[in-house]
C-alpha cells in the first residue's frame, strides 16, 4: 500500500513552515510527500498527478479536507477519482477517512456541500470604455440595453453617462 501525503497550500499557512507539515506527514507513514502552491485557474498538476499514479489500496493523505479543493464539488471530484482507482482518502484535522464507516458518511457531506453551491461562478465583468457607451447611446440605444452588450451594470452605464455629460 502506497501513502502519498499531499500539502497544497499559501506559503503562510502553517506558520510557514512548509518543511515541518511535510515532515509531518512522513512521520505518519508517507512514503512520498508532494506540496503545490494554491493554484489559480489552471488547476492543480501536482494533485492530477499523484490522482493518476494512485492505485488500488493506496492512499492519500492530507492535514485538512480542503487542500483538496476550492469549492466541495471539488473536493467531491477528488474523493471520486480516487475511489474509481480503489485508492483512499485520509485527513488528518479533523480525523477522517474514507475507508471503513466513516466513508459513507464523507462522501454524503461533500455531497451536501456541493449541492448547496451555486452552480456556476458570477460572470466577471469588464470595465466598459466611456467612448462605447457614448457611441451606444447616441445610436439610441438604452442605458439597459448597453449594459446587457457591454457586461457592465445598468449603474456603471448611468456613472460613465453622468460623467461625459459633466465634461461636455
Known amino acids: 500500500m502506497l501513502r502519498i501525503g499531499y500539502l497544497r497550500l499559501r506559503p503562510a499557512e502553517f506558520g510557514g513552515d ?9 512521520a505518519l507513514g508517507c512514503q512520498a510527500v508532494r506540496t503545490e502552491s494554491l493554484a489559480g485557474r489552471g488547476g492543480d498538476p501536482v494533485l492530477n498527478a499523484i490522482l493518476d499514479d494512485l492505485g488500488a ?17 471539488a473536493m467531491l471530484q477528488v474523493l471520486q477519482r480516487l475511489e474509481e482507482r480503489g485508492a483512499a482518502l485520509q485527513v488528518l484535522d479533523p480525523a477522517l477517512s474514507s475507508r471503513g464507516p ?4 464523507l462522501r454524503a457531506a461533500l455531497e451536501a456541500v456541493a449541492a448547496l453551491e ?15 457607451i457614448r ?13 446587457r452588450r457591454l457586461g457592465v451594470s445598468r449603474m456603471t452605464v448611468w456613472r460613465k453617462l453622468k460623467a461625459l455629460e459633466r465634461c461636455a
Open 57 to 73: 489500496g493506496d492512499e492519500l493523505v492530507v492535514a485538512r479536507l480542503d487542500q483538496l479543493g476550492d469549492s466541495g464539488l
Open 18 to 26: 512548509l518543511a515541518a507539515e511535510a515532515a509531518r506527514l512522513g
Open 135 to 147: 457611441d451606444l447611446q447616441r445610436a439610441g440605444v438604452g442605458p439597459v440595453e448597453i449594459a
Open 118 to 132: 451555486p452552480l456556476t461562478a458570477a460572470k466577471p465583468r469588464r470595465a466598459a470604455a466611456a467612448q462605447e
Open 102 to 105: 466513516g466513508g459513507p458518511a
